[in-house]
Every structure is written in structure tokens, then in C-alpha cells.
């Protein structure tokens, strides 16, 4: 069977397209970390954050519809913006929508293994911990509570979480702490 090598054009080509996917890498990655930074911003009571991590992460969970944790922060994010609102319709729509996205992120999470999520913590980890922070600081008619310490405890004892990266072990350490 002949070999055909590349031709010049098809090598250009091929790195043209090859950086061209790196560099969505990158550009993917740089959203997520600022969308991180405007949700961690919003969780530390920045009201103008919340609407502003709500659209990130809705934009984000649109592109990769099947990535548990830009899901999970999407759902995280939405039950916050139940907190910016004073028509009482509008925070049960928000809480609900934002639970529903949670519970498909775990869902998905499930299927996720030991892959690594955005930030480089296992996806199933951060999934974890991202819903069960969101069910621990709603009210307590949502009855979400049990469900959070369980997920909690879940990611505290998972295998993977000795090899999670040290500032993700610290926050899971503190919100169990707090608990």
C-alpha cells in the first residue's frame, strides 16, 4: 500500500485546525475561571454577581450540555437569583428551575467516573459539592437538606477525594465544618 505524505497545504491545514481547537481550549477554560470567579463573588452575597454567574454558566451548560459541572453551577447559580427577587413567584420559579438543573447535573455526574471536570476536579466531585452547598443554604421547605449532608458526605469519602487539589479538599473541609 502506497504511503502518500502530507502536502504542504494539508499540514498547514491540519495545524491551522489544530491550534485553532487549542485555542478554544483555552478560551473555554479562561470562561469558566471568570465564571467561577463572578459565582464565587455572588455566594459571598455580590447581588449584581448572581445575575451575571446565572448568564455564564447558562451559557457555558448550553455549549456543553453534557458537562455535569457547568450544569451543576448553571442549577447553583439559578436558585441564587431566588435571592435577588422580591415577587414571590419569581423565587419559587428560580429555586425550582435551578433545583431541576441540579438534580440532571447529578444525574449525568453519575456516568462521569473519575474524568475531571473545567477545573480539574473529578466532575462527579465538584458536581457533588456544588448541589450539596446549594441544598444545605435553602430553606427548609425545599426539604433538600438530608440530601445535601448525604451528597457532603459522599464527596468526603470518595476515593477520589485525597487526590482532589488542595484548595477544592479546603472548601468541601469548611462547608462540612460549618455544618
Known amino acids: 500500500m502506497?504511503?502518500?505524505?502530507?502536502?504542504?497545504?494539508?499540514?498547514?491545514a491540519a495545524a491551522a485546525l489544530l491550534a485553532a481547537s487549542l485555542g478554544?481550549?483555552?478560551q473555554a477554560a479562561d470562561s469558566f475561571a471568570s465564571a467561577q470567579q463572578t459565582f464565587a463573588r455572588a455566594q459571598q452575597g455580590d447581588t449584581a454577581a448572581v445575575d451575571a454567574a446565572a448568564a455564564q454558566f447558562a451559557r457555558l451548560s448550553a455549549a456543553a450540555p453534557a458537562d455535569p459541572v457547568l450544569l451543576?453551577?448553571?442549577g447553583a447559580s439559578e436558585a441564587m437569583r431566588a435571592t435577588t427577587t422580591w415577587m414571590p413567584w419569581r423565587k419559587m420559579r428560580h429555586a425550582e428551575d435551578g433545583l431541576a438543573r441540579l438534580d440532571k447535573a447529578l444525574s449525568l455526574a453519575t456516568g462521569a467516573g473519575?474524568?475531571?471536570g473545567p477545573s480539574g476536579v473529578a466532575a462527579?466531585?465538584?458536581t457533588r459539592f456544588v448541589a450539596a452547598s446549594t441544598f444545605?443554604?435553602?430553606?427548609?421547605m425545599f426539604n433538600r437538606q438530608e440530601r445535601g449532608r448525604a451528597l457532603l458526605a459522599q464527596?468526603?469519602?470518595?476515593?477520589?477525594?485525597?487526590?482532589?487539589?488542595?484548595?477544592?479538599r479546603q472548601s468541601v473541609q469548611q462547608r462540612a465544618g460549618a455544618q
Do not use: I, K, M
Open 114 to 116: 473519575s474524568a475531571p
Open 24 to 26: 478554544a481550549s483555552a
Open 136 to 140: 444545605l443554604a435553602l430553606p427548609s
Open 72 to 74: 451543576a453551577y448553571a
Open 155 to 168: 464527596v468526603q469519602t470518595d476515593p477520589l477525594f485525597a487526590s482532589a487539589p488542595a484548595g477544592f
Open 124 to 126: 462527579v466531585l465538584e
Open 2 to 12: 502506497p504511503h502518500h505524505p502530507l502536502t504542504r497545504r494539508q499540514w498547514l
